[in-house]
């Protein structure tokens, strides 16, 4: 060991900071143990396992990559890969830019009481579980009983297989997600729109620019970080959707809106086959790890900050 | 022919009087009002559908039109079916609450204290630790999920609140939720509190622990306050862990136990205990939102991405 280190070491140790170092270290202790063992451990164990063909009966065996060149020609995974990532494309954008929308229409002078009212009824779906909003979604969206048919029943449209048919059942998760988590966006945004100056606003109405030049050329530039950051969030989300599919399609009809995770899931707790779900689980985490590498490279490049 | 935006409406309502350009602005204010309101009523139809329908007499609860006022013939036909039922709906919500309350407690005394360590005391490796734990903001926790579930089993714990109460305990993560979350929040709250206030406690040769219970926990109230809803809204709601974790009737909580008895839909009368499952399931949440809501919508909108 060098001079410093020693030093270094004495130091924390030193009478005069042993109490801090003691209390520092018991302090984080719990965190720091619970990590290693849920979250650390776990992680590691995904990665051995991953190697491994495991059915939870007998003994695991070492298979090597196998798992992993068995998805290379699984089917089912890319097709569970593609709807995962047909979902994650319209239900991100429809958050981000539903949400911004709303933020910044819900930004301009009025009242005060009225102004919470229209947040509130916009956010408080985010607040729900995902399953008891998806059970009463499954009521809605039925063909002949639901209330959503109903109407455009009023309006001339056919009765729509919401659930039921290949082309619509992943639309309708999309639709659900849409309108659970577009007020959670609503909000990050406004969060976001309250940090720009007001001089640039001034500006722009002494330039007598219009509004929605406004808001290409002042608003969404300057609320870029905001964007970017609920783009990151909400994809590394929608990568993980589970509950909604399960209440409303159940992944069916076939595999038509069956995702990533309800894979994992039945891959594992199913059919027991916990070293190819260990192996998806990777996938998973790589394409987590891959979002958010983007939202680095990318927040250094075109966000602009102020 | 190609219309540029940005350049009609500024030339337009130039040449119009000021008049008619006051009538544009109120008409178009008006315009935005109405589509918002109508957005508005997207969002609060499904609630209030569900709560009319579970008032109904049971035989027609989903008759067409939907009625979107509970009316003279309100009825606790559905809640009534539903206690006298063989489903434990009791048994679910004393679960729920018991898990949650649980999990909320643990995790933010952990969380708190491991955040007050990381703004305000020094010690070895403090920056590398806290690196570490950003690194299980990235990980999913489906992707732990095989050998979280093959590590509470070998703990004997499957079965029992305590597989999910127990990450919530020590910090590691609450459902839906990483660990280092509720360490960030709290470490970017307690450093922004001035020095002053704790060199006076040194000062008076306050131990550490009394320092962060006695000055820095009080004045974190709100924040604590925040952290505790959200985290308690989550475990509330979550499904994923219970559905691999808790599997006996016994151990259910709400989200597990209503999919158990949620029959393929039909008209049948089992399909409205359902929807008065669902509302009993929601009303928490609703309620907690009426009193708190200006409340939890300020602190998110304040606590925003910059934090």
């Known amino acids: ?306 | 022919m190609h219309i540029s935006w940005d350049m009609t409406p500024v030339r337009l309502s130039a040449r119009l009087s000021p008049e008619t350009r006051a009538m544009i602005s109120r008409l178009r204010t008006a315009l935005i009002y109405a589509v918002l309101g109508l957005g508005a009523l997207v969002m609060v139809a499904p609630f209030l559908w569900m709560f009319t329908t579970s008032f109904r007499p049971v035989a027609e609860a989903f008759t067409l039109p939907p009625r979107w006022l509970p009316g003279l013939n309100s009825s606790l036909e559905s809640y009534r079916r539903l206690l006298a039922s063989d489903v434990p709906i009791g048994r679910f919500f004393w679960n729920s609450t018991v898990l949650a309350t649980t999990v909320t407690l643990g995790y933010v005394a952990t969380t708190t204290i491991a955040g007050y360590a990381f703004a305000r005391l020094r010690f070895p490796f403090k920056n590398a630790l806290f690196a570490l734990l950003l690194v299980s903001l990235m990980v999913p926790i489906q992707t732990t999920l095989v050998p979280l579930f093959l590590l509470m089993r070998w703990l004997g714990l499957v079965d029992s609140q305590w597989s999910i109460i127990l990450p919530g305990l020590t910090g590691a993560f609450a459902p839906g939720m990483s660990g280092v979350f509720g360490i960030f929040l709290m470490r970017q709250f307690f450093l922004t509190l001035p020095k002053e206030l704790f060199e006076a406690a040194r000062v008076d040769n306050a131990g550490h622990f009394r320092t962060f219970w006695s000055i820095a926990v009080p004045l974190a109230g709100p924040h604590i306050a925040a952290l505790s809803v959200i985290i308690f809204t989550m475990t509330w709601n979550d499904y994923f862990m219970p559905l691999i974790f808790l599997n006996s009737v016994d151990q259910m909580v709400l989200p597990v136990g209503i999919m158990s008895i949620r029959d393929p839909v039909g008209n049948s009368s089992a399909t409205s205990e359902v929807i008065a499952a669902v509302s009993l399931s929601i009303l928490p949440v609703l309620l907690v939102f009426v009193v708190a809501q200006r409340w939890i919508i300020d602190s998110f909108v304040r606590a925003g991405v910059k934090g």
Request: charged residues 10%; hydrophobic residues 55%.
């Open chain 1, 1 to 306: 060991m060098t001079k410093t280190a020693n030093n270094a070491a004495a130091g924390w140790f030193s009478p005069q900071n042993r109490k801090e170092t003691v209390a520092g270290l018991l302090f984080i202790a719990p965190a720091l143990i619970g990590f290693a063992v849920f979250v650390a451990g776990p992680m590691v164990a995904t990665v051995v396992f991953s190697l491994m063909k495991y059915d939870l009966f007998s003994s695991p065996s070492f298979v090597g990559l196998a798992n992993f060149e068995a998805m290379l020609d699984d089917r089912r995974l890319w097709k569970v890969l593609g709807n995962t990532a047909f979902f994650a494309v319209f239900a991100v954008a429809g958050n981000v830019g539903l949400g911004v929308v709303l933020a910044v229409l819900l930004n301009r002078n009025m009242s005060k009481t009225v102004q919470y009212a229209y947040r509130a009824a916009f956010f408080f779906p985010s607040l729900v579980g995902l399953i008891f909003v998806a059970v009463i979604w499954q009521f809605l969206f039925q063909r002949d009983i639901g209330v959503i048919n109903y109407y455009l029943g009023l309006v001339g449209i056919e009765p729509v297989r919401w659930l039921s048919s290949a082309r619509n059942a992943l639309w309708s998760v999309i639709i659900l997600d849409i309108w659970k988590n577009v007020g959670f966006a609503m909000l990050i945004a406004t969060a976001g729109l309250q940090s720009i100056s007001k001089d640039y606003y001034d500006a722009a109405r002494v330039d007598g620019s219009s509004s929605l030049r406004t808001f290409w050329q002042i608003t969404v530039p300057l609320l870029s970080p905001t964007i970017l950051f609920l783009l990151t969030m909400n994809t590394i989300g929608a990568f993980k959707v589970f509950e909604s599919i399960i209440v409303l399609t159940n992944g069916g009809p076939g595999d038509a809106s069956r995702s990533l995770v309800m894979y994992i899931y039945e891959q594992g707790f199913k059919s027991f086959d916990m070293g190819y779900a260990s192996a998806i689980s990777l996938l998973l985490l790589t394409i987590t790890v891959i979002v958010t590498a983007i939202q680095f490279a990318l927040s250094k490049r075109w966000a602009f900050y102020e």
